[in-house]
């Protein structure tokens, strides 16, 4: 999330800086290229041509922000002390950098320092000693073609490379991600936000776990680059004031909250960062690296360097040294001096189980040749254990970055046997009896996990008598159809994952969920609209104009006037190609800096008092990678809420950043009157908190459930009388519903019909 006017206003620059962004700026469209072709398989935005426009900087489009000018000089932890409810479940865990390691991500283009990336991949896999792999990101089948080349000419092992294509924008590999995390021990991906002027980067993480490596994803909400987040021992963390001023609406409080929810970070330590006149990314990866538990290697600026550079670090040092015992070893550091300069630093490094990559500049420039030798010395110092293997980086470092700056470990799992966790449901649910659930799990295993099996228990874990599935593929998810068991509040599903030693783990939701009987109730736009159910927009000058306002001034349009048959579009999930698709409702582009918001309303029959579980659920995404949230209105609290309890920006239901169609949904299980108004209406915000980009809606919809037993005479008893009045109310298929026959339609079509028999069938039998 994007807050503040960090990246909402131009910053002054140097003459040379604008004038090399003017060379490089991303907001040109080409009307020839503006379409996508209808069968990407998501919106693609318009790709950079490296090849004619030149490489992308490391530092923001823009620029990075100047310094705050009383950011506190010395460094200082937060800590989150709260209890409020995960969105994700299972013990979360940053490894460091240090960690063991299964390989590297890198990305390669032919335009873009090719020469570099060749040499790290080289090192990394040629030696047939090391198993690691290198995973390299590519845009087309020809860029891996020009890569094997290259990289087999250098004395790569090309059986230790595997290629991922997908679009991009940059070679900045480790700032867009993924952030790799350990959920109860199997392995997932948290995603940050990145330049929005680079949405294909800001993608990569999403991409990655859903098509390559298949593990759950989690969208922090959180604007950083991965250059400026090094996790360390005992759960602790290490970043920049840069976070601050990249989330200016966020209170350190919150920042705190998300690092330890998402990243298991407990204590995170901020320092200042460099001032732009010295390091044009303010990360604390151009002068700062963690070597193991308990060294650590920071920059020492050269005498005559920038004052203030001076201080951060060796006050950085001082407080690794005495605040938290670390060994703190000082390699050389400079900057060519005044905005222009470049600074040539030898932190920007990374490891890989027992080798450190280093850069170097001698080879570009013997007059660096001695201080390449102080920063070799001084690893070696801080790692005698490892071999240290400079890469030659004086072509790359004028960007504003080295080799750090273009890589990711990928954590290496090293148990013995398997390690499994179930995403869902993982505790708290209602699931409707009847219906379909998906099951998600992840499971993790030094060479691959071969299959899983899954099974229901209806005592709280005590049994698991009945099996869901068995020896399905580990993809991570499972189309579960939940029995119409009757009393089951202590549910709890289990997955069991074996590997190819027979070796197995297993793994069950953290606490119990309910399968309920209900009617079905689903409130869309396929009727009504404009009448019962309605959508306004389409947008708001920040989230000021939403604090507390249920209809804003500025989304007071009905969408069918901003777009023609907008209420259509959004009454199926048919969209599927671009935004262009026609089976889509494309919002109008927010104008002065404005942001893409929409309010959907719905007038709810059932009574709050029989209601079980109201679910939101909207399909689509947000232009260029864009964050999208969703909330609902709490009439007691008059504000924007996530339906459980927590209210105000940022405390939404779900959230997330994609460039292709993606669902967001929420549940409100209790205190239903707090959201419905005296007659029954329900108000939903899609929010897109970033200036001047259009949100595209493929389908929203409210689906109410109702408890329902199937007792009709209300005895406490479901027997053959119930039976009777079923069958008496039954008009088969496309029959309707005769008078008072209505809670015979459990599936709730507008029809008693034998979908409905089966599921009664299934209750009078006991499930």
């Given at each position: 999330m994007i807050h503040g006017n960090a990246l909402k206003s131009n910053h002054m620059l140097p003459l040379c800086v604008m004038a090399f962004l003017a060379a490089v700026t991303v907001c040109a469209i080409n009307p020839a290229i503006a379409e996508p072709p209808e069968s990407a398989p998501y919106a693609v935005e318009i790709e950079w041509d490296e090849a004619i426009q030149g490489p992308l900087p490391r530092w923001r489009d823009g620029g990075t922000p100047e310094l705050i000018p009383d950011q506190a000089m010395h460094p200082y932890t937060i800590r989150f002390a709260a209890t409020e409810d995960a969105p994700t479940s299972g013990l979360i865990a940053s490894p460091p950098e240090y960690a063991p390691s299964d390989g590297v991500i890198f990305r390669y283009s032919t335009s873009t320092w090719p020469t570099v990336v060749t040499d790290c991949v080289a090192a990394l896999t040629g030696d047939p000693a090391h198993d690691e792999i290198a995973y390299v990101v590519v845009q087309s089948a020809s860029q891996q073609a020009s890569a094997e080349s290259q990289f087999a000419a250098a004395g790569a092992d090309l059986s230790k490379v595997e290629f991922i294509i997908t679009p991009n924008n940059s070679i900045w590999l480790r700032d867009y991600g993924p952030h790799f995390i350990w959920q109860n021990g199997a392995q997932a991906i948290v995603d940050s936000h990145y330049y929005p002027t680079r949405p294909l980067d800001n993608f990569i993480p999403t991409v990655l776990a859903d098509d390559f490596f298949v593990m759950p994803s989690y969208d922090i909400g959180l604007y950083y680059s991965g250059g400026n987040f090094q996790p360390g021992p005992d759960r602790s963390g290490f970043v920049t004031s840069l976070i601050n001023q990249d989330n200016s609406g966020f209170g350190e409080a919150y920042i705190a909250e998300l690092y330890q929810v998402y990243q298991g970070i407990d204590a995170l330590t901020i320092f200042p960062r460099l001032p732009s006149a010295v390091d044009g990314t303010g990360h604390i990866d151009m002068w700062f690296y963690l070597v193991d538990d308990d060294t650590a290697i920071i920059s020492e600026f050269i005498p005559g360097s920038h004052s203030t550079a001076i201080s951060v670090t060796n006050n950085a040092a001082a407080f690794m040294e005495n605040e938290l015992g670390f060994e703190v070893i000082r390699v050389p550091d400079s900057n060519s001096g005044g905005t222009s300069g470049i600074h040539y630093t030898y932190t920007n490094a990374f490891r890989v189980n027992d080798r450190i990559?280093?850069?170097?500049?001698?080879?570009?420039?013997?007059?660096?040749?001695?201080?390449?030798?102080?920063?070799?010395?001084?690893?070696?110092?801080?790692?005698?254990?490892?071999?240290?293997?400079?890469?030659?980086?004086?072509?790359?470092?004028?960007?504003?970055?080295?080799?750090?700056?273009?890589?990711?470990?990928?954590?290496?799992?090293?148990?013995?046997?398997?390690?499994?966790?179930?995403?869902?449901?993982?505790?708290?649910?209602?699931?409707?009896?009847?219906?379909?659930?998906?099951?998600?799990?992840?499971?993790?295993?030094?060479?691959?996990?071969?299959?899983?099996?899954?099974?229901?228990?209806?005592?709280?874990?005590?049994?698991?008598?009945?099996?869901?599935?068995?020896?399905e593929v580990d993809d991570g998810f499972f189309t579960w159809f939940v029995p119409m068991q009757t009393g089951s509040d202590e549910a709890m599903v289990k997955v069991v994952a074996h590997d190819g030693d027979a070796n197995d783990d297993e793994a069950s939701s953290e606490s119990g969920f309910s399968i309920v009987h209900t009617q079905r109730h689903v409130y869309d736009f396929t009727s009504g609209a404009g009448v019962d159910k309605w959508g306004w927009g389409h947008q708001t000058a920040n989230w000021s104009g939403l604090n507390g306002v249920r209809r804003p001034a500025e989304a007071g349009s009905e969408i069918d006037t901003l777009q023609a048959d907008a209420y259509t579009k959004i009454a199926h999930s048919d969209a599927n190609g671009s935004d262009f698709d026609p089976n889509r409702y494309h919002a109008p582009n927010p104008f002065n800096g404005r942001e893409s918001t929409h309010i959907f309303e719905f007038m709810i029959d059932e009574d709050p008092s029989l209601?079980?579980?109201?679910?939101?659920?909207?399909?689509?995404?947000?232009?260029?990678?864009?964050?999208?949230?969703?909330?609902?209105?709490?009439?007691?609290?008059?504000?924007?809420?996530?339906?459980?309890?927590?209210?105000?920006?940022?405390?939404?239901?779900?959230?997330?950043?994609?460039?292709?169609?993606?669902?967001?949904?929420?549940?409100?299980?209790?205190?239903?009157?707090?959201?419905?108004?005296?007659?029954?209406?329900?108000?939903?915000?899609?929010?897109?908190?970033?200036?001047?980009?259009?949100?595209?809606?493929?389908?929203?919809?409210?689906?109410?459930?109702?408890?329902?037993?199937?007792?009709?005479?209300?005895?406490?008893?479901?027997?053959?009388?119930?039976?009777?009045?079923?069958?008496?109310?039954?008009?088969?298929?496309?029959?309707?519903?005769t008078f008072g026959c209505d809670a015979g339609d459990l599936d709730s079509d507008a029809d008693v019909d034998f979908a409905d028999f089966a599921m009664f069938q299934r209750m009078f039998d006991g499930g």
């Open positions: 990559f280093i850069p170097t500049y001698g080879e570009g420039n013997p007059s660096h040749l001695a201080r390449d030798g102080e920063a070799f010395a001084g690893w070696q110092a801080a790692a005698p254990e490892a071999e240290i293997i400079p890469i030659n980086c004086y072509s790359i470092i004028p960007a504003a970055g080295a080799i750090h700056c273009i890589v990711m470990q990928v954590p290496r799992y090293t148990g013995m046997i398997p390690s499994a966790h179930v995403v869902s449901p993982d505790g708290g649910e209602r699931l409707m009896g009847g219906r379909n659930h998906e099951v998600q799990w992840v499971a993790t295993d030094d060479e691959a996990v071969t299959s899983v099996d899954l099974y229901l228990s209806l005592d709280g874990g005590a049994t698991y008598p009945q099996m869901i599935a068995d020896d209601l079980v579980d109201i679910e939101i659920l909207w399909e689509g995404y947000g232009d260029a990678c864009l964050q999208m949230e969703l909330y609902v209105w709490d009439y007691v609290e008059g504000q924007w809420c996530d339906g459980a309890g927590q209210c105000g920006e940022n405390r939404y239901m779900d959230n997330q950043a994609a460039n292709r169609d993606a669902t967001l949904s929420g549940h409100i299980q209790s205190e239903f009157e707090r959201y419905l108004d005296v007659d029954g209406m329900l108000t939903v915000l899609l929010y897109a908190e970033r200036p001047s980009q259009e949100s595209m809606h493929d389908y929203i919809s409210v689906t109410a459930l109702q408890a329902y037993d199937g007792d009709y005479h209300g005895d406490g008893v479901l027997d053959l009388f119930d039976f009777g009045s079923f069958v008496g109310c039954f008009s088969g298929p496309d029959g309707g519903i």
